[in-house]
């Protein structure tokens, strides 16, 4: 009987995971109060990524959600988000032609939309299709050019990814070195970023590659690392293949003792995440502990069950094993009629599983040949036409020639003329974003001194004047009229040092410097709140992870310029002010409910030109909506170097 339970090809999802630090009950809060627009998307998809970990079908509907909205909205970069979301649980349930459809039309979305990141994660998407289909030629394909766009992005976390994968894909073709080499390079990345779903996910699958090089003992320490992480972060899919690796592991060794603990498990977990192909192998591993341990009865009805899953889903190699062991089932019962009919079964459905991944070579050579075919076609079919035309150009090929000569020159120096000119429009747009940045930073710089002298200078002075005053009232005999006069000026001291003091915050924020940049937008939010008829929302996300300090101060800056504005001109009750970061992607919004504004009046004020010119700063995109009566909307969009 053939001993082998098969080993899961476990290709990351095709996604960066949620950072640990946002939790699913203060993402639901912020869905419950979101208004339709882009954020309500990228929330939507957050939550999914959170509960995917657990509830396979959960994180679709989530979504399902976000892709219904993004259409509505024709916000096409949350139509991608779905799609590479949506397909990676369409692998893992083993629903491949389904993933494969919607990908290729994800990839056409991507190329039709030009962003290049974009179609880069379409085509990794698609490579982790093609090696759920073991079509490895084409997984590689399509999954090579992502290497060199990540590694010039300096994007960590998709590289860790973009190697894994690699790995997976080298070893299921048997170039076990190859793989281990990549695994190895994918967790080297995953522990840099202390990311400890990546962590556990590398290593379930290096465990892998330990087993096919036939390093037993090391492909359990290896899984037990990634089991252990797992099980402390709650990411049962992630539980569910390991305990399962961990069975074949035990399987090739012949350990069965221990597979009836780790199969259970798997078993467990398979069922809720709704997992049809774990599921099927952890009920072979049951089946077989069983079979080990004498219990045949239980072994046959456990193999019953599992067979008739395989043949329900079409799961080729777990039929074909399942037949096995039926048929030693049979024998040991001495059913030597039974025997026969499932030995005959368990060698068609190999040769049947053979035959198809011949086939699917066989279609990859075709393809190759056919290609290969019409481009030879093409080279005679061109060729025959040049030498029919030879006569003719002979003779016209005086005049031609002066001809194509004049248009040539004429054409050179309209593309010099046209490339010199792009040229000049780009140093021109980057000495313009130079100058805007540079003035950006002078003002911050002068700022920053400013409030320190303020601060330090001046306010040491009036505090050192208080104090003098102070002593001198203790000395003076005064009458009532004078003391009150004395009292009134020392207040007015008071009132003038708390000014100063209010200037020099509002200059350079102590809070942003010290505690960062989302307690310090709160503190600001709050401030302005208080024994105010207007409410101000703060709903901060992401923003724990430290930015550049020129970035956290513009992004505070444009966000105290817009408040101010708000309340200053708006005359709302409510304002909301939104900042977000999902992995290099940060979003800026600051909306009320007050008169709005006539939009051709807004954009000519200077408050908006400061507004701008820091967004400029940023390489952001500003997008207004204000309509009289209805309040008005600002929303910024703006990658951040996530190395920053």
């Given at each position: 009987m053939k001993r082998l339970l098969l080993l899961f090809l476990l290709l990351p999802l095709q996604k960066l995971c949620a950072q640990a630090d946002v939790t699913k009950d203060s993402l639901l809060k912020v869905l419950s109060v979101a208004k339709e627009d882009t954020n309500k998307v990228l929330t939507l998809i957050t939550i999914g990524q959170h509960v995917e970990y657990n509830n396979l079908e959960e994180a679709k509907n989530y979504y399902v959600q976000a892709n219904k909205l993004s259409e509505k909205l024709k916000y096409t970069?949350?139509?991608?988000?779905?799609?590479?979301?949506?397909?990676?649980?369409?692998?893992?349930?083993?629903?491949?032609?389904?993933?494969?459809?919607?990908?290729?039309?994800?990839?056409?979305?991507?190329?039709?939309?030009?962003?290049?990141?974009r179609i880069i994660i379409a085509h990794q998407n698609l490579s982790a299709t093609y090696a759920y289909l073991q079509d490895y030629e084409s997984a590689l394909e399509h999954l090579l050019p992502s290497v060199a766009y990540f590694e010039k992005t300096n994007n960590d976390a998709r590289l860790s990814l973009i190697y894994d994968n690699l790995g997976v894909i080298y070893r299921e073709t048997k170039q076990y070195d190859k793989a281990l080499e990549y695994h190895q390079k994918a967790l080297v990345i995953a522990r840099k970023s202390e990311n400890s779903y990546d962590i556990a996910n590398v290593l379930s699958n290096l465990?892998?590659?330990?087993?096919?090089?036939?390093?037993?003992?090391?492909?359990?320490?290896?899984?037990?690392?990634?089991?252990?992480?797992?099980?402390?972060?709650?990411?049962?899919?992630?539980?569910?293949?390991?305990?399962?690796?961990?069975?074949?592991?035990?399987?090739?060794?012949?350990?069965?003792?221990?597979?009836?603990?780790?199969?259970?498990?798997?078993?467990?977990?398979?069922?809720?995440?709704?997992?049809?192909?774990?599921?099927?192998?952890?009920?072979?591993?049951?089946?077989?502990?069983?079979?080990?341990?004498?219990?045949?009865?239980?072994?046959?009805?456990?193999?019953?069950?599992?067979?008739?899953?395989?043949?329900?889903?079409?799961?080729?190699?777990?039929?074909?094993?399942?037949?096995?062991?039926?048929?030693?089932?049979?024998?040991?019962?001495?059913?030597?009629?039974?025997?026969?009919?499932?030995?005959?079964?368990?060698?068609?459905?190999?040769?049947?599983?053979?035959?198809?991944?011949?086939?699917?070579?066989?279609?990859?050579?075709?393809?190759?040949?056919?290609?290969?075919?019409?481009?030879?076609?093409?080279?005679?079919?061109?060729?025959?036409?040049?030498?029919?035309?030879?006569?003719?150009?002979?003779?016209?090929?005086?005049?031609?020639?002066?001809?194509?000569?004049?248009?040539?020159?004429?054409?050179?120096?309209?593309?010099k003329r046209k490339l010199q000119e792009q040229k000049i429009t780009a140093l021109e747009n980057e000495k313009l974003l130079l100058a805007t940045q540079s003035i950006v930073k002078g003002q911050e710089d002068e700022r920053s001194r400013l409030a320190k002298d303020l601060h330090d200078g001046l306010g040491g002075l009036l505090s050192g004047v208080k104090l003098q005053l102070g002593a001198m009232k203790g000395n003076l005999i005064l009458s009532e009229e004078h003391g009150r006069i004395f009292n009134n000026a020392l207040f007015k001291l008071d009132e003038s040092i708390s000014e100063m003091r209010r200037v020099a915050h509002n200059?350079?924020?102590?809070?942003?410097?010290?505690?960062?940049?989302?307690?310090?937008?709160?503190?600001?939010?709050?401030?302005?709140?208080?024994?105010?008829?207007?409410?101000?929302?703060?709903?901060?996300?992401?923003?724990?992870?430290?930015?550049?300090?020129?970035?956290?101060?513009?992004?505070?800056?444009?966000?105290?310029e817009l408040l101010n504005n708000a309340i200053k001109h708006s005359g709302a009750q409510t304002i909301l002010a939104q900042v977000m970061r999902n992995d290099n992607s940060l979003s800026i919004t600051v909306e009320d409910n007050g008169k709005g504004f006539d939009k051709a009046t807004l954009l000519q004020g200077a408050g908006l030109k400061n507004i701008r010119s820091r967004v400029d700063y940023l390489r952001g995109q500003l997008d207004i909506k204000s309509t009289p009566g209805k309040g008005t909307s600002f929303h910024i969009e703006c990658i951040i170097d996530s190395n920053g």
């Open positions: 970069i949350g139509v991608l988000k779905y799609y590479s979301n949506y397909t990676a649980i369409l692998n893992i349930q083993a629903r491949f032609d389904s993933a494969l459809r919607l990908t290729e039309y994800a990839l056409e979305l991507a190329n039709k939309f030009g962003n290049e990141e465990g892998n590659a330990y087993t096919s090089l036939k390093k037993y003992d090391t492909a359990l320490a290896v899984m037990q690392e990634s089991l252990k992480i797992a099980k402390k972060e709650n990411y049962d899919n992630i539980v569910s293949n390991v305990t399962s690796n961990i069975g074949a592991v035990l399987i090739k060794r012949g350990s069965y003792d221990s597979l009836y603990y780790y199969c259970t498990e798997g078993l467990r977990l398979a069922e809720k995440l709704g997992d049809n192909l774990t599921m099927v192998n952890n009920i072979y591993g049951l089946a077989l502990h069983a079979f080990y341990s004498k219990d045949f009865k239980g072994s046959e009805a456990l193999a019953n069950t599992g067979f008739a899953m395989t043949k329900q889903r079409n799961y080729a190699e777990p039929s074909q094993l399942f037949a096995d062991l039926l048929s030693e089932l049979a024998l040991v019962k001495g059913d030597l009629k039974n025997y026969d009919y499932y030995n005959r079964l368990s060698i068609e459905l190999s040769e049947k599983f053979f035959s198809e991944r011949m086939q699917r070579n066989v279609q990859t050579l075709d393809k190759k040949f056919e290609t290969t075919k019409k481009e030879q076609q093409l080279k005679l079919q061109q060729a025959t036409i040049r030498q029919k035309g030879t006569l003719n150009y002979i003779l016209i090929g005086s005049i031609a020639a002066l001809l194509l000569i004049s248009l040539l020159a004429y054409r050179t120096y309209g593309q200059m350079m924020p102590e809070a942003l410097m010290k505690l960062g940049l989302q307690q310090a937008l709160q503190d600001y939010c709050d401030g302005l709140s208080v024994s105010q008829p207007f409410k101000i929302n703060g709903e901060f996300y992401g923003l724990e992870k430290r930015m550049e300090s020129s970035v956290e101060i513009v992004i505070y800056r444009i966000v105290q």
